[in-house]
């Protein structure tokens, strides 16, 4: 982003020592600015309509509104459509990232990930992409939807995916597998330019607005099965 603005960045966590230690992390980065930080959901959803933040760095567990809801809420304003959400989890809490990206967060980090790796992803997201590689999420909702006696949080849709075409449903399958623009090209005998163009159509179509949700609106309507291989 170098002469570009600083991506504005909203630290949302309960822990001021762990908002303090990425509000400095941030800041180390000339190519981002910390615009507020927020000790619960409620205030992360204040702040993000008064700071116009690009991305939202957000906790789950938090007292009051946690970071599902306030996610929720803020994905489902219009008056905040450009704002990315990323968030932190620790490994032991799946079904709630799962959660939180049905609600419309952009992708997942755990907490111990490497300061470096937490840059670029905010990076990534604030570009609209999704948060690294689908794999992992891909592999994160498939285990939750094997889990026993897992609440039904929304039931399988086929109906949702009948105004794709057979080769979006190819590409909507390969993507909910782990595979990139690239290799989903590979796959298929398309080039990665041909491949990106129709996600982003699929994405038009299902009313999502990345590659994560993508993976999740593939299993939940039944398109993939969990446990699916690449």
């Known amino acids: 982003?170098?002469?570009?603005?600083?991506?504005?960045?909203?630290?949302?966590?309960?822990?001021?020592?762990?908002?303090?230690?990425?509000?400095?992390?941030?800041?180390?980065?000339?190519?981002?600015?910390?615009?507020?930080?927020?000790?619960?959901?409620?205030?992360?959803?204040?702040?993000?309509?008064?700071?116009?933040?690009?991305?939202?760095?957000?906790?789950?567990?938090?007292?009051?509104m946690d970071g599902i809801e306030a996610t929720r809420r803020i994905a489902a304003d219009d008056d905040?459509?450009?704002?990315?959400?990323?968030?932190?989890?620790?490994?032991?809490?799946?079904?709630?990232?799962?959660?939180?990206?049905?609600?419309?967060?952009?992708?997942?980090?755990?907490?111990?990930?490497?300061?470096?790796?937490?840059?670029?992803a905010i990076r990534t997201v604030a570009a609209g992409d999704s948060l690294l590689s689908p794999g992992p999420t891909a592999r994160l909702i498939a285990r939750v939807l094997r889990l026993p006696d897992r609440p039904q949080v929304s039931a399988p849709a086929p109906a949702r995916l009948a105004g794709l075409s057979e080769r979006e449903r190819q590409v909507l399958t390969l993507v909910a597998r782990g595979l990139n623009n690239a290799e989903t090209g590979e796959a298929l005998g398309l080039s990665p330019l041909t491949a990106k163009t129709h996600v982003s159509r699929i994405m038009g179509k299902l009313g999502v607005r990345d590659r994560a949700q993508l993976v999740i609106a593939a299993y939940e309507s039944g398109l993939v099965a969990p446990g699916a291989d690449r």
């Open 80 to 120: 905040l459509a450009g704002v990315r959400i990323l968030v932190l989890s620790t490994y032991d809490d799946d079904e709630h990232v799962v959660a939180a990206l049905r609600a419309g967060a952009s992708g997942f980090m755990v907490k111990d990930t490497r300061p470096a790796d937490l840059l670029d």
């Open 1 to 64: 982003m170098t002469g570009a603005e600083p991506i504005r960045v909203l630290l949302a966590d309960d822990q001021t020592l762990v908002r303090a230690a990425f509000a400095m992390l941030v800041e180390s980065a000339k190519d981002m600015a910390v615009v507020g930080q927020a000790g619960n959901g409620g205030e992360a959803l204040q702040l993000a309509r008064s700071e116009r933040a690009d991305v939202i760095v957000m906790d789950i567990r938090m007292p009051g």
